[in-house]
């Protein structure tokens, strides 16, 4: 990223020909690495990166502020709802450093987290891949975070197997409001 950016105006999902609208990062099959140089996005009206299968995810340096994020609200599509991003199966690395969510609504279905809504490893009959997730440096301040199950400041589910490795250095949460109405199944 080479500067600041804000999505005020943009909507989470195309509504009519012209409009401005964000639709999230999908990453199958490939290394994926993105540098903020230190840069915000304001406003972010959807999740960064949706989906993640089989390869390695690298963001830092990126701060995003007031993001106003409402997926899956049904607890229908069996999705993880995060702003950087929201469901993470069978990826080798995924790396979160100096990554930041300041302020902002975050709400979603059964997994919803302030940073990552859900990540797993996998242990299906093409597997298992072991995921090894970092995250460093990072933080989310004053927010609200709101789910059907599983939620989290950081993460809203940790792991779907045992089949993941989890590490948290230097990172904080603070100042935020995190509910479950522990409605959904998969919590």
């Known amino acids: 990223l080479t500067s600041d950016i804000d999505m005020s105006g943009y909507a989470a999902v195309e509504t009519k020909a012209g409009d401005k609208f964000w639709e999230p990062?999908?990453?199958?099959?490939?290394t994926f690495v993105f540098d903020g140089n230190g840069h915000s996005i304001s406003n972010l009206p959807d999740m960064f990166v949706r989906y993640t299968i089989w390869g390695d995810l690298t963001i830092k340096n990126l701060t995003l502020n007031n993001p106003k994020i409402a997926c899956d609200l049904e607890d229908k599509t069996n999705k993880g709802v995060g702003a950087f991003f929201g469901f993470s199966d069978a990826f080798n690395k995924i790396l979160l450093e100096n990554c930041h969510v300041k302020g902002g609504e975050i709400a979603g279905g059964h997994w919803t987290g302030g940073l990552i809504g859900m990540a797993g490893g996998y242990n299906g009959n093409d597997g298992p891949v072991f995921m090894n997730l970092t995250i460093k440096n990072c933080s989310v301040t004053d927010s609200e975070i709101a789910g059907k199950g599983s939620a989290g400041a950081l993460i809203g589910?940790?792991?779907c197997s045992a089949w993941t490795n989890v590490v948290i250095e230097n990172t904080t949460a603070e100042g935020n409001t995190i509910t479950s109405t522990g409605s959904s199944a998969n919590k």
């Open 25 to 30: 990062v999908e990453i199958s099959h490939k």
């Open 157 to 159: 589910h940790g792991s």
